[in-house]
Nanobody, 126 residues
Framework: HVQVVESGGGLVQAGGSLRVSCTAS????????MGWFRQAPGKEREGVSC????????YYADSVKGRFTISRDNIKNTLYLQMNSLKPEDTAMYYC???????????????????WGQGTQVTVSS
């Protein structure tokens, strides 16, 4: 039984920073690509940043390049997303997800991720 749990969301002013975390259990964490996705009200879910199981490959959406950093700790089974220089348009529910298959990679394609958390809300005020 795979469980993915996010934490660390909150309210922050524009220009501020926030780090969200995600733990995954019930799978061999270091065999799975992991990713962060977000969904704002009235918009489709989109891939924000993803990392391969070995962290050799990473993907960032153009809108967050240079501001967000994804990392993972395969000992703690934890994925992180450090978000700097936050903008109001970053406001969304942020979801963590594990790839559908082990040892697979696709840059943040939603259909390739099969295990999802419940999300953590990030709100950036102007």
């Amino acid at each position: 039984h795979v469980q993915v749990v996010e934490s660390g969301g909150g309210l922050v002013q524009a220009g501020g920073s926030l780090r969200v975390s995600c733990t995954a259990s019930g799978l061999t964490f270091n065999d799975y690509a992991m990713g962060w996705f977000r969904q704002a009200p009235g918009k489709e879910r989109e891939g924000v940043s993803c990392t391969s199981w070995s962290s050799i490959r990473t993907y960032y959406a153009d809108s967050v390049k240079g501001r967000f950093t994804i990392s993972r700790d395969n000992i703690k089974n934890t994925l992180y997303l450090q978000m700097n220089s936050l903008k109001p348009e970053d406001t969304a529910m942020y979801y963590c997800a594990a790839a559908r298959l082990p040892l697979s990679w696709a840059p943040c394609r939603i259909l390739d991720f099969g295990y999802w958390g419940q999300g953590t809300q990030v709100t950036v005020s102007s």
